[in-house]
């Protein structure tokens, strides 16, 4: 599999590609977030692994111009520590967040986490069902002929929802597959992100028709 690591700092770009490639990885390396996105569109790697604090163009902006196109995992490397920041490496698309200075092993068992969660996703492009259209790859929701606009998070949570339609997922397991397992969100997040997919989704938010609330336990899609 391969992974595009950005960083402007010389010896972290060294230093992470070097232990990406003994754990059996193909390693690319940017230093610029033009050159990364050069590099997205013509490689495709399978992960992006990705400063915040680039010459130029941040990680954040790279991060949206990515989500616009593709739906790559995106892993965050930054010194920022705060709350917020992370916050808004959710919400630009983010799917992990590691502040530095960081263990490489840690770094290792967050990138196995972040592919093992892609491997589980279905392969289907687009999903047809009762008047909703659902394209991974372009990562476009068209509801009863209405496209609609879906936060990051809302589009990843309705795909997996809509790619196993019965099955019930805990909010826990929701949390891990479309945040990450090591968040530190509590599963309240997954509660807020199903109201609003309810309110683009449904009719009558309060009378769902696609996604379903199972008591105690939480969410299926039908």
């Given at each position: 599999?391969?992974?595009?690591?950005?960083?402007?700092?010389?010896?972290?770009?060294?230093?992470?590609?070097?232990?990406?490639?003994?754990?059996?990885?193909?390693?690319?390396?940017?230093?610029?977030?033009?050159?990364?996105?050069?590099?997205?569109?013509?490689?495709?790697?399978?992960?992006?692994?990705?400063?915040?604090?680039?010459?130029?163009?941040?990680?954040?902006?790279?991060?949206?111009?990515?989500?616009?196109?593709?739906?790559?995992?995106?892993?965050?490397?930054?010194?920022?520590?705060?709350?917020?920041?992370?916050?808004?490496?959710?919400?630009?698309?983010?799917?992990?967040?590691?502040?530095?200075?960081?263990?490489?092993?840690?770094?290792?068992?967050?990138?196995?986490?972040?592919?093992?969660?892609?491997?589980?996703?279905?392969?289907?492009?687009?999903?047809?069902?009762?008047?909703?259209?659902?394209?991974?790859?372009?990562?476009?929701?068209?509801?009863?002929?209405?496209?609609?606009?879906?936060?990051?998070?809302?589009?990843?949570?309705?795909?997996?929802?809509?790619?196993n339609p019965g099955k019930v997922f805990t909010r826990k397991t929701l949390l891990a597959r479309v945040w990450g397992e090591n968040i530190t969100f509590t599963t309240r997040t997954v509660d807020v992100h199903i109201s609003w997919l309810r309110k683009r989704l449904e009719k009558e938010a309060g009378s769902p028709?696609?996604?379903?609330?199972?008591?105690?336990?939480?969410?299926?899609?039908?």
């Amino acid at each position: 599999m391969r992974i595009l690591v950005v960083d402007d700092e010389p010896l972290l770009l060294e230093t992470v590609s070097h232990r990406l490639t003994k754990d059996g990885y193909t390693v690319l390396t940017s230093k610029t977030a033009e050159d990364a996105l050069k590099k997205i569109r013509l490689q495709r790697p399978d992960l992006v692994i990705l400063d915040v604090m680039l010459p130029g163009r941040s990680g954040f902006e790279l991060s949206q111009t990515i989500r616009e196109e593709s739906n790559i995992p995106i892993l965050f490397l930054s010194a920022r520590v705060g709350s917020e920041d992370r916050l808004k490496g959710f919400e630009v698309g983010g799917d992990d967040y590691l502040t530095k200075p960081f263990n490489l092993s840690e770094l290792s068992a967050r990138v196995r986490a972040i592919l093992r969660r892609v491997k589980v996703l279905p392969e289907k492009k687009r999903i047809e069902t009762g008047g909703l259209s659902i394209d991974s790859e372009r990562q476009e929701v068209i509801c009863n002929g209405k496209k609609l606009e879906l936060r990051p998070k809302e589009f990843a949570l309705l795909l997996l929802l809509a790619s196993n339609p019965g099955k019930v997922f805990t909010r826990k397991t929701l949390l891990a597959r479309v945040w990450g397992e090591n968040i530190t969100f509590t599963t309240r997040t997954v509660d807020v992100h199903i109201s609003w997919l309810r309110k683009r989704l449904e009719k009558e938010a309060g009378s769902p028709q696609r996604i379903f609330t199972v008591r105690n336990v939480g969410y299926k899609f039908e």
